[in-house]
C-alpha cells in the first residue's frame, strides 16, 4: 500500500516568487488582449505568436540544458508555468506537444545533431511536433499498430496511417511510432522504433478529422512510401515501445489533467461571490476541495518523477481522477448558474460552458481512455 | 520521514497486528472493555503521544501521533484513543500533565452547570453523543460556572450513563449529570470560541486520518479478495469490472490519504484551518464511494458479520458525520472564500504558494 502514498511538496520562496513572476505576465497580456481565456486551452488554443512571445520568456523547454537553449530550471517551475498557464486559460496548443514530449524525448534519446537542429527551435515557440500513436485499427490497443517502415539505402520507406493525431495539421513534425520488423504475435512490443517524419514530405497526406463541434484538432496521417532518412530515427532501432511508455508518466499527472475546465470553475466562483449565494458557493466549494486534493497528488507525483522513483500507477491515477474531475466541473457548474452555454455568447460564463460541456468527451478518452488506465492500475495493484 | 517516526509507526502496527484482531473488534461491539490492549497501548506511550515530556507525556510531534491515530483506523482499534489523546493535548494547552486513563471530551455547548459548593462541586446537565462515554474515567467539558465559560475533567462514575452507539457500534452514549457532587483538581477559564474550534478542527483532523486508514484497510482487503476469489473459471481480479472496481478504490485512497497528510503537516507548522475542512470533506466523499465499490467487489461474503469488511465500513459511514460533515466543512471553505472578496479563486488556491498578492 505505501507504494502509493505521494510526498507532500512545498514550493520553495524562489518558486514563489517565480509563480508571481509568470501570473503578472500573464495578467499583463491578458488585459493587453493578446489572448482570450478559454477551457482546454492547451489543445484547442493553437496561437503561434503568444508561443513566440512564451519562448522570449524562455518558458518553453525550460528545463533543458542551455546549450539547446533551455534554461535549466526545475521540473517545478516548469510545473509552475503550466499551471499559470492553464489556469488563466492561455493558448498553448501549438508548442505543447513538443514542449512536454518531444523536446525530452530527443534529450533522452536523440542523437547531438536531432538535439542542435530542434531543440533551440522548439525553445523559441517556432517549431511545432505531433505525436503519431493509434491508427485507424489501434486504438486502446496499441501495440497492434500495423503502421511500417522498410528499411532501404540511407533510411527507411514509411508506408501507413496515423489517426486522432492532435495538431498535426498545423505542426512541422511528427513523431511516429512505426514497426521496423515483422510482427511477432508472440511479443507485440518488440519490433517498433520512433521515427520522425517532416509533415511537408512528399507522400505525407493530413486529412482534418472534425471533432463532435466542427473544430479541427485531430487528424489522419497517410503515408505512401514516405522516405526517412537514417538520422530521423529517435533512439534505438526496436526500442519504440519502450521509448514511448517511458513518456507516458508525465503526459498523464500534469496538471493539463486537472485544469481543462478551470477558467470555467474560476468564473463559476466569481458569479457566486458576487451575488453572495452561500448554498451555491458551498457546492462549488466541493469541486474546489476536489481540485485541491488532485494538485496535491500531481504534485507528488512530480515531485517522485523529479527523484527518478516509478510513479506510472499514481499517474495513471491522477489522470483517472483527474479527468473525471474536468468533466464533473461542467456537469455541476451548469446547474449553479442559469445560462444558455453557447460558444458564441459574450458572456464568459456561457463561454466557458459551452467549451467544457462539448470537450468533455475527449478529457476522459485522449491519452489513454479511463478505463484502459484503470486496468493498468488495477495490474500493478493485484501483483505488488 | 525521520527514523524516530518509522520506528514508532512500526511497533505501533506491530501492536496492533498482535493484539487488535477482527475478533477483539467483535468483541468490544458486543460491550467488553478490551483492557489488555488498552495497557498495552498506556505502557507504550502511544496514550501520551505529541504531549511534551516535560510535563510527562511521551514527546514526539503530531505527525507521530496522527498516523498513529491512521493505524487505529486501518485496524478499527476499538478504544478512545483519539479522544484520549485530543483531551491529553487539552489539557497540555493549560499546562496540565497527562493522564494514563481512558478519557473522552465534549466540547460544545454543553448546558452544563457547574456549582462550588464549600469545598466541591455540584454538576447538573446533559452531554449527548459522547463517545466512549460508558468506557471512559474522565469527560473534559465546557460549561458554565458562576456565569463564565469554564472548562473541566469531570469523573464520570457518579454520572448516568445511557447507552447508544454510532453505525459501527461504537458506544455513542448521553452522560447525566444529576445533582452530582464532586471533587474537582481544576477548572480552566476559557475562551469558549477558539477552544471550540480548536476542538472541532483537531476532532476532524483525528477523524479523516482514522478514515484514511480505513480505506487503505478496504482497499487491502478488496485486493485479496478479488485475487483469491474465483467465478467463471478464474479470480475475480480478471475481470475488467473489477479491476475498474480495484481503481476506483486506489484512486479515492491515495486522494485520502495525500488530503490528510497535507492537512497533518500543516498542523505541525501551526496554520490548518482550511487544510483540515479540505481533508475531512473530501475523505467524507471518498468513504462513500469506497464503501459501496469495495462492498459490490466483496458480494455477499462481505455484508456478513463474519467478514471484517463492515468492521471498516461501518466506521467509515459512521465517522463521517463526526466533527464536519461535508456540508459543514463545504460552507466554512465557501465563507472563506466570500471574505477574501477581492481574491481569484486560483489566487485563493494558490495563496501559501505565492510570495505576495499579485495586484
Known amino acids: 500500500m505505501n507504494k502509493l502514498e505521494l510526498p507532500i511538496f512545498d514550493f520553495t520562496e524562489e518558486q514563489k516568487v517565480f509563480r508571481n513572476e509568470v501570473r503578472s505576465f500573464l495578467q499583463e497580456e491578458k488585459e493587453k488582449g493578446t489572448f482570450e481565456s478559454k477551457c482546454d486551452s492547451w489543445l484547442s488554443g493553437y496561437d503561434p505568436a503568444f508561443s513566440e512571445k512564451l519562448g522570449q520568456k524562455g518558458w518553453i523547454g525550460m528545463t533543458w540544458p542551455k546549450e539547446y537553449g533551455g534554461t535549466e530550471r526545475s521540473a517545478i517551475e516548469r510545473y509552475i508555468v503550466i499551471e499559470e498557464l492553464l489556469a488563466i486559460g492561455a493558448p498553448v496548443a501549438a508548442h505543447w506537444f513538443a514542449d512536454r514530449q518531444t523536446g525530452p524525448l530527443f534529450l533522452r534519446f536523440g542523437t547531438e545533431k536531432q538535439k542542435q537542429e530542434f531543440l533551440p527551435k522548439i525553445v523559441k515557440g517556432k517549431c511545432y511536433f505531433s505525436i503519431g500513436l493509434s491508427e485507424p485499427n489501434s486504438g486502446s490497443d496499441l501495440a497492434s499498430i500495423s503502421t511500417r517502415a522498410e528499411k532501404v539505402e540511407g533510411g527507411w520507406i514509411l508506408n501507413g496511417a496515423k489517426t486522432w493525431t492532435s495538431g498535426a495539421h498545423q505542426s512541422h513534425y511528427l513523431v511516429v511510432l512505426c514497426r521496423t520488423e515483422k510482427k511477432d504475435p508472440k511479443n507485440r512490443h518488440k519490433g517498433m522504433s520512433q521515427l520522425l517524419v517532416d509533415i511537408s514530405s512528399p507522400g505525407v497526406t493530413v486529412r482534418p478529422i472534425k471533432f463532435l463541434t466542427g473544430e479541427e484538432h485531430f487528424n489522419e496521417v497517410f503515408f505512401e512510401n514516405v522516405y526517412i532518412t537514417e538520422g530521423n530515427l529517435i533512439g534505438t532501432e526496436g526500442n519504440g515501445w519502450e521509448q514511448s511508455m517511458a513518456e507516458l508518466a508525465y503526459e498523464r499527472s500534469g496538471p493539463e489533467r486537472i485544469l481543462s475546465t478551470f477558467p470555467l470553475l474560476e468564473e463559476l466562483v466569481r458569479l457566486l461571490k458576487e451575488n453572495k449565494d452561500t448554498d451555491r458557493l458551498k457546492e462549488a466549494m466541493k469541486l474546489v476541495t476536489s481540485l485541491i486534493s488532485l494538485r496535491l497528488m500531481s504534485l507528488g507525483v512530480a515531485k517522485y518523477l523529479e527523484e527518478g522513483k516509478d510513479v506510472g500507477i499514481s499517474a495513471a491515477l491522477v489522470k483517472d481522477l483527474g479527468t473525471k474531475f474536468e468533466r464533473n466541473v461542467a456537469e455541476i457548474a451548469r446547474l449553479l448558474v442559469s445560462s444558455v452555454p453557447s460558444v458564441e455568447s459574450d458572456i464568459e460564463i456561457e463561454r466557458y460552458l459551452a467549451q467544457s460541456i462539448l470537450h468533455a468527451p475527449g478529457f476522459t478518452l485522449r491519452g489513454g481512455t479511463n478505463e484502459i488506465l484503470r486496468g493498468i492500475v488495477a495490474k500493478g495493484m493485484v501483483a505488488g | ?359
Not at chain 2, 75 to 89: K, Q, R, V
Not at chain 2, 240 to 263: F, M, R
Not at chain 2, 325 to 353: G, K, M
Open chain 2, 1 to 359: 520521514m525521520s527514523e524516530m517516526h518509522e520506528l514508532i509507526i512500526d511497533s505501533t502496527t506491530k501492536i496492533l497486528k498482535d493484539k487488535c484482531t477482527k475478533e477483539l473488534v467483535d468483541t468490544v461491539e458486543k460491550g467488553v472493555w478490551p483492557e489488555d490492549l488498552w495497557n498495552v497501548l498506556v505502557e507504550s506511550g502511544i496514550t501520551t503521544i505529541a504531549v511534551p515530556d516535560s510535563i510527562g507525556g511521551t514527546g514526539g510531534d503530531y505527525i507521530d501521533a496522527f498516523h498513529i491515530l491512521r493505524l487505529a483506523g486501518k485496524f478499527s482499534l476499538p478504544l478512545p484513543l483519539a479522544e484520549t489523546l485530543i483531551t491529553n493535548w487539552l489539557l497540555a494547552d493549560q499546562g496540565e500533565s497527562p493522564l494514563f486513563e481512558p478519557l473522552t471530551f465534549s466540547m460544545k455547548d454543553n448546558t452544563l452547570e457547574i456549582e462550588q459548593v464549600e469545598e466541591a462541586y455540584l454538576v447538573n446537565g446533559t452531554i449527548e453523543n459522547v463517545p466512549w462515554g460508558r468506557f471512559a474515567n474522565k469527560i473534559l467539558v465546557i460549561g458554565q460556572m458562576n456565569n463564565q465559560n469554564t472548562m473541566a475533567l469531570l469523573p464520570l462514575e457518579k454520572a448516568e450513563i445511557q447507552q447508544s452507539s454510532n453505525l459501527a457500534g461504537e458506544p455513542m452514549d448521553t452522560v447525566i449529570f444529576d445533582q452530582v457532587k464532586m471533587d474537582l483538581d481544576n477548572t480552566y477559564q476559557i475562551d469558549k470560541d477558539q477552544i471550540m474550534k480548536k476542538t472541532m478542527l483537531l476532532g476532524a483532523l483525528a477523524k479523516a486520518v482514522m478514515m484514511s486508514g480505513a480505506l487503505e484497510k478496504a482497499l487491502d482487503l478488496s485486493i485479496q479478495y478479488a485475487k483469491e476469489r474465483e467465478q467463471f473459471g478464474r479470480p475475480l481480479f480478471k475481470l475488467q469490472v473489477i479491476q475498474q472496481y480495484i481503481a476506483t478504490i486506489a484512486g479515492e485512497t491515495v486522494a485520502s490519504l495525500t488530503i490528510s497528510n497535507k492537512a497533518i503537516s500543516a498542523f505541525e507548522q501551526g496554520s490548518y484551518e482550511e487544510e483540515v475542512a479540505n481533508a475531512k470533506l473530501k475523505v467524507n466523499e471518498s468513504a462513500g464511494i469506497v464503501s459501496e465499490i469495495a462492498h459490490q467487489v466483496h458480494g455477499a461474503i462481505g455484508v456478513t458479520h463474519e467478514h471484517q469488511l463492515h468492521q471498516l465500513t461501518r466506521r467509515l459511514w459512521s465517522w463521517r458525520e463526526d466533527f464536519g460533515d461535508e456540508n459543514h466543512w463545504a460552507e466554512q471553505l465557501a465563507n472563506r472564500v466570500l471574505n477574501n472578496c477581492s481574491q481569484s479563486l486560483w489566487e485563493f488556491i494558490t495563496r501559501s504558494e505565492q510570495k505576495e498578492p499579485v495586484k
